[in-house]
């Protein structure tokens, strides 16, 4: 089976963290709402206005057997489910679920950096506020996040839920890094000395083969007017 | 068993999302961050620090047989899997995990019209910022996320999963709008006008005897310093 991934065309988005899952473990699926996918951004908007069951709030979704599972992190619970991109007994799976979710939250704020006021307003009519903002996305938010989940390696090992082998938080960590990186390039790497750890997994995910691969095809979006974006004088 | 849920005094807060859950469900638990529960804010800060195998990034998490569950949605899965507070099949269990998903999406954004720039700074020291947020909350995000729910009702029924019975983001919403209408009962006035399915959604749930009980218990703490707060001007 193929699965449908609809997701905005132009930008990696929330939608990477399925993409990067799907990739990573050798899933087939076609990108419905890309053109370079064989999709279209009005196939997405008209898909979105069809009426189902279980109608996605917004992208990402995927499509599968006919049913509709919105929400990224859902999303991910269902793959690293029927896929084992997962640990297999409930608690493991509840525990990629938390970090999942947590990094959810680290990626709202890095949105939300950039607008503060309102995601239906430009940049440049929020930069004042954005500026406030990223002050303390930078000096309080990122440190606490990111040092969190160099607790947890400091725990649990190679991998964020132990073992040997990744979870789908794993891969959506490496993304997460990747995109403070492009983000906030000084303040990143002022933290990365602190974060041996997060920083070896980042490069331990960059370096699976099916990561490796995907990172250098044309199926890889570059950032830019997504959630991460890099504007130098909200990098302090 | 007797579940552990340790969330911050004095404030109902994402924790509240969890202890509608026990309440509806009759499930016994103890409160342990909450004097009135017989526990202490000292004690929660004492056990957010103790090393554990799957720690915490913040409140609310729920301890129960020497595992520990953070972030809200993930508490609810687990206990929707465990005493049937959501649909048996997996669709089902990953639509109410996408709807209460969704919910939290909205709950932050509530949370951050009155902080937009820094959790850690005194609204006062954000507000001109929050007024602006407020408009777009008011006009565009609240609109579109409670519409959203208007028009799964329409198409599930009852309850948001369908069926006949509550399942947990039922709670969720009725939680959410209740505290909407708490920090912004103009706009909610206005609104409800055309949420009918939502407001009645509202009412049933307030009126489940376990939930009634609850509510009229001096368990349920009051609004005020949290993530629904009542200032006229951010009402419009």
Chains 1, 2 share one sequence.
Do not use: C
């Amino acid at each position: 089976m193929t699965y449908d991934l609809w997701y905005w065309d132009g930008i990696p988005g929330r939608g990477e963290f399925v993409r990067l899952a799907l990739e990573a473990a050798g899933i087939d699926y076609r990108e419905r709402g890309r053109a370079s996918g064989g999709g279209s951004a009005d196939a997405l908007v008209e898909d979105m206005q069809s009426p189902r069951k279980h109608p996605p709030f917004a992208p990402p979704y995927l499509v599968a057997d006919g049913e509709t599972i919105g929400q990224t992190a859902n999303i991910l619970f269902f793959l690293g489910e029927k896929h084992q991109l997962a640990p297999k007994d409930l608690a493991g799976r509840l525990w990629v679920n938390q970090l999942q979710l947590t990094l959810a939250d680290l990626v709202a704020e890095a949105h939300d950096v950039h607008h503060p006021i309102a995601a239906s307003l430009y940049y440049e009519d929020q930069q004042e506020e954005a500026k406030r903002r990223a002050k303390s996305f930078r000096e309080e938010r990122i440190p606490k996040f990111l040092g969190y989940f160099e607790n947890v390696l400091k725990e649990q090992g190679r991998w964020l839920a132990g073992g040997e082998t990744w979870s789908y938080a794993d891969l959506s960590l490496f993304h997460v890094v990747d995109g403070l990186a492009y983000a906030f390039p000084v303040t990143m790497s002022k933290q990365s000395r602190r974060l041996s750890k997060v920083m070896a997994l980042h490069a331990r995910v960059g370096a699976l083969p099916n990561v490796s691969a995907y990172l250098q095809s044309d199926r890889r979006l570059a950032f830019g007017e997504g959630i991460f974006r890099h504007y130098p004088e909200l990098d302090g």
